[in-house]
């Protein structure tokens, strides 16, 4: 069987558990890693991402040129959330032909922020014969496509509710920077203003996917994230959180038709959660109720659905592909297509 050839564009922390599951497949083979870290750059892979043996690949400054001449099957990106920030690293896998996976959160369904940069990606995807799709555990699955295959035993559906709840404490040190944990909350709002801090990326574009694979026309869809301070001192491993600070971070995005809610999906990730879970409300006829117990990890989850999307993306059609458009992903344990 001849393996799949896969290259990592971002060697970082989900970029780095890509590399490293991936080289478990024995299906899969790594032919390139780039990074623009230059603490980083020229480094074995298996140094980089902390593996105890060198894997005799060296991590590269981002490069068409190299791209062309690995000629990897598939790229996997994980750098950014926003798509015009990383345009140009998506147009250079493509261009390179071949096909890619990315984590970045406007990409799962582009045409909400970026219509025009969506349509040059779609038609440069198929000229080069590239297929694209932004994926991740959410957006990509917990709160769009899970909540749609569980409306599969409804006759009717009137609203559907996703619900994600996480202890930010738990994750890494650049999610809560990402938050803006320990901020007051004068310096969040304004650092959410200037973009100097995201928070969670994606709620509308969650709305537009769910909308989409249940073939819902809505009319409008809003989002809103605001600061969760705390009631009381809170200390978590390396800082703490003082009385009135940001302790999380709670959000949503609606999507409406006539002014009615039919779609919510809410995210909400605090410091010393008293529970981690999703939950999914589907109101019609039957009415389903799904409740996770202990929440899903994201970065490991992020990188499984990107591993797990590989062969799907690879039997696809040429062009920009978004997840309720593809076939039902799965576990995969191997591939046979290439």
Known sequence: MERVRFAVYGVGPVGSLITRYGLEKDWMELVGAFDIDPLKIGRDVGEVIGLSEKIGVVVEKPSIDVLRTIKPDIVLHATGSFLDKVYEQILDAVRAGSDIISTCETLSYPYYRYPELASRLDLEAKKNNSTILGVGINPGFLLDLLPAVLTTPCIKVEKVTARRVIDASKRRESFRRKIGLGLDQLTFNEKIERGELTAHVGYAESVYLLADALHLKIDSVYEKQDAITADREIKIENMVIQHGSVRGIRGYGVGL??????????????????????????????????????????????????????????????????????????????????
């Open 257 to 338: 038709i006539r002014g009615r809610e039919v779609i919510r999906v809410e995210f909400t990730a605090i410091a010393g959660a008293e529970e981690e879970f999703e939950e999914i409300i589907i109101d019609g006829a039957p009415r389903i109720a799904w409740r996770s117990i202990g929440g899903t990890p994201g970065d490991l989850a992020t990188s499984a659905v990107v591993l797990n999307y590989v062969p799907i993306v690879l039997d696809s059609d040429p062009g920009l592909a978004i997840v309720t458009r593809l076939r039902a992903p799965s576990y995969c344990s191997s591939y046979q297509g290439v």
